[in-house]
């Protein structure tokens, strides 16, 4: 198989494996999907062979992303990510405590989404900070 990409499409395909094997693997520990890891590093690989070395670098006798790679913006939207699920599964949870833990039906939807906007509202405003935990 052969793909035709710009320079352009090649770095947002980089960053889309990335992102994926991310979201695949980083939990993960030492139980890896490593085939997502070979298809990372044989993209990253190419890296190379395409004026955008600096990308990539060895490790151990593998290619990975580059410490310049991981240093030049996609952490931040990783992190920018899990802020975010973060919240929505926080504000979705506290709805549903709120709600008795009823399951959603099309009498209560309204209700669970109101709930969570108010909480994502207040998450947006103050974060965590007014969050109070009782015994």
Known sequence: MQIQLSNKEF???LDMVYLGNWVLNSIRGDDRFQDYDDL???????CR???MSVLAEDWNGTVIPSRAYQEGG???VIAYYEDSVFYEILAEELAMRDMGY???TADNYDDMMLRMSQYMQ???SSGVQRLVLEE
Not at 40 to 46: M, T, V, Y
């Open 40 to 46: 990372e590093s044989k993209l990253f690989s190419l």
């Open 102 to 104: 009823s399951p959603i």
């Open 49 to 51: 062979s395409n004026g």
């Open 122 to 124: 207040e998450f947006e």
């Open 74 to 76: 996609i952490q931040e």
């Open 11 to 13: 770095r947002s395909l």
